[in-house]
Antibody, heavy 117, light 111 residues
Framework: EVQLVESGGGLVQPGGSLRLSCAAS????????MHWVRQAPGKGLVWVSR????????SYADSVKGRFTISRDNAKNTLYLQMNSLRAEDTAVYYC??????????WGQGTLVTVSS | NFILTQPHSVSESPGKTVTISCTGS????????VQWYQQRPGSAPTTVIY?????PSGVPDRFSGSIDSSSNSASLTISGLKTEDEADYYC??????????FGGGTKLTVL
């Protein structure tokens, strides 16, 4: 059974940092591109970032570029999102998702990040 | 930036058919595949349509997808509506420059 389990969310002050993790099981993690997608409370899905299978290529939404860094450790089957200089508008549930062909076929349950003083 | 626009909400009665649109802001929406995701409250999204009109295993054939190049839109059609279909639906596609984009989401009410 494929499982993606996010962790690392919580309450952080504006300007602070947080690192999210996404532990994968039941899949050959190292062969798939992975993404982070977020959803602010009561709002829609927003794509945040993606990383290719070996970690050599990354992309970011304009809203997080320069502040967030996506990475992966294929030996540990884990995806990361380092979030720096956090703002109130970064408050959201963050989902990791596996890309298969053009779609996101598996999603984690999400981890809530709240940026507030 | 490439944007996908969806209606904020739609509603229909059980047993009827509803169509949700997803309009691309520029270029041709047919240039890249469109996916559709269903999200129920408190849950992660799940795929109902991929590659414009393909259904993942387990998704009933009441769900179908299509592309209309003349209106630069994708559509999700749900026939024989059931109360369990009540959810938020999102379209998604490639936005170029190694980025993905989601539509704003459509709340489907089955009343």
């Amino acid at each position: 059974e494929v499982q993606l389990v996010e962790s690392g969310g919580g309450l952080v002050q504006p300007g602070g940092s947080l690192r999210l993790s996404c532990a994968a099981s039941g899949i050959t993690f190292s062969t798939f591109w992975m993404h982070w997608v977020r959803q602010a409370p009561g709002k829609g899905l927003v794509w945040v970032s993606r990383i290719n299978s070996d970690g050599s290529s990354t992309s970011y939404a304009d809203s997080v570029k320069g502040r967030f860094t996506i990475s992966r450790d294929n030996a540990k089957n884990t995806l990361y999102l380092q979030m720096n200089s956090l703002r109130a508008e970064d408050t959201a549930v963050y989902y990791c998702a596996r890309q298969w062909e053009p779609m996101f076929d598996y999603w984690g349950q999400g981890t809530l990040v709240t940026v507030s003083s | 930036n490439f944007i996908l626009t969806q209606p904020h909400s739609v509603s229909e009665s059980p047993g009827k058919t509803v169509t949700i649109s997803c309009t691309g802001s520029s270029g041709s929406i047919a240039s890249n595949y469109v996916q559709w995701y269903q999200q129920r409250p408190g849950s992660a999204p799940t795929t109902v349509i991929y590659e414009d009109n393909q259904r993942p295993s387990g998704v009933p054939d009441r769900f179908s997808g299509s592309i209309d190049s003349s209106s630069n839109s994708a559509s999700l059609t749900i026939s024989g509506l059931k109360t369990e279909d009540e959810a938020d639906y999102y379209c998604q596609s490639y936005a170029g420059s190694n980025r993905e984009v989601f539509g704003g989401g459509t709340k489907l009410t089955v009343l």
